[in-house]
């Protein structure tokens, strides 16, 4: 059992940048594959970044690429998702997510393929 819980959301003008948080709690939370989606107001969750357990593998949406960047730090069981230029359009409710997975480069990008969510820091950006 993974326990997931978001932080460093808030409120920032257009061209800002903040660090997403997700600290993983359990004892091999440091095994699990990791990915963070976005849900805007009144539209489907989306993916925007994953990582392997190893850390070794990432992938950034096509969508956030160039400005979105994901890292873990395995000793502090932590996952982060750096994010920068911000724009209006990112506004919206990020989650983290985690799934068990053995191989230690394998990431996954579909939503259904993860197990374990936390419960969201909202990003709001101004224009």
């Known amino acids: 059992q993974v326990q997931l819980v978001e932080s460093g959301g808030g409120l920032v003008q257009a061209g800002g940048s903040l660090r997403l948080s997700c600290a993983a709690s359990?004892?091999?939370?440091?095994?699990?594959?990791m990915g963070w989606f976005r849900q805007a107001p009144g539209q489907e969750r989306e993916f925007v970044a994953a990582?392997?357990?190893?850390?070794?593998?990432?992938f950034v949406a096509d969508s956030v690429k160039g400005r979105y960047t994901i890292s873990r730090d395995n000793a502090r069981n932590a996952v982060y998702l750096q994010v920068n230029n911000l724009q209006p359009d990112d506004t919206a409710v990020f989650y983290c997510?985690?799934?068990?997975?053995?191989?230690?480069?394998?990431?996954?990008?579909?939503?259904?393929?993860?197990?374990?969510w936390g419960q969201g820091t909202q990003v709001t950006v101004s224009s």
């Open positions: 997510a985690a799934t068990l997975g053995l191989r230690r480069n394998v990431y996954y990008t579909e939503h259904t393929d993860y197990v374990y």
């Open positions: 359990g004892r091999t939370a440091s095994r699990y594959p």
């Open positions: 990582i392997s357990w190893s850390g070794g593998s990432t």
